[in-house]
């Protein structure tokens, strides 16, 4: 199988926005008189809203309206800090982008995050034109580990997921990149190497500045 396409997470692999997401969730807390623990958000990072918020106890799990009602508010807290501070892409992001849009090879990304999000930090790092299309939380009704966002990537850029390999971070990342079929390369942005191998990606790297196109071509 010819290797076609790549499927990007995002958060911990394209940006690292881990302190912004972490700043909201505790303003957030702040704005509701709730209580919330780094090792609690650490537990949740890379989950659905939908999923972290019945699990905070901050909605009841099938409260679309107050699920919504208190995501989209983390997501304002989230951009408004993103568009103070600024944002940079990953190191070996822009590289890896510039290479393979040179061999015509698409790109998509697969993330848990909402649209409004990723559009922000595309605008704010000029990385929009290197992606063929995004596939985001609206366009899926569930979260990774299941397989659904890199599906829909990947029928967005028309290619065989057998032929697509997802660049991830987190654990149920990976075990969603092996349920769709794909290849995955881990990287240890946010988990150790030790942790990440649990899951068996097919290649674990601490950044994607050594990976380019032979890299991900040798994956098959």
């Known amino acids: 199988m010819p290797f076609s396409a790549v499927i990007f997470d995002f958060d911990g692999v394209v940006i690292d926005s881990h302190e912004a997401h972490e700043r909201s969730w505790f303003m957030l807390a702040e704005e509701l008189g709730q209580t919330l623990t780094r090792e609690t958000f650490v537990s949740t990072f890379g989950q659905r809203n939908e999923s972290i918020l019945p699990f905070l106890g901050w909605a009841e799990e099938g409260d679309r309206e107050r699920i919504q ?12 800090i993103l568009r103070a501070d600024g944002i940079e892409p990953l190191p070996g992001v822009v590289a890896l982008l510039e290479g393979l849009k040179k061999e015509g090879i698409p790109c998509a990304i697969g993330t848990s995050t909402p649209r409004a999000n990723v559009e922000c930090v595309l605008e704010l790092t000029g990385l929009a034109s290197f992606f063929n299309d995004i596939a985001t939380s609206e366009d899926v009704s569930r979260g990774k580990p299941d397989p659904e966002v890199f599906l829909k990537a990947a029928a967005k850029l028309g290619a065989d ?4 390999v997802v660049i991830e971070d987190a654990h149920v990342g990976i075990r969603a990149a092996k349920a769709a079929g794909m290849k995955s390369v ?3 942005t946010t988990h150790p190497a030790e942790s990440l191998a649990k899951e068996e990606p097919d290649r674990i790297e601490a ?12 994956l098959w």
């Open 69 to 80: 009602q208190l995501g989209d508010r983390k997501e304002v807290l989230y951009r408004d």
């Open 161 to 164: 997921p057998a032929s697509c």
């Open 186 to 188: 881990a990287v240890t």
């Open 207 to 218: 950044s994607l500045e050594t990976v380019d196109v032979g890299f991900l071509r040798g």
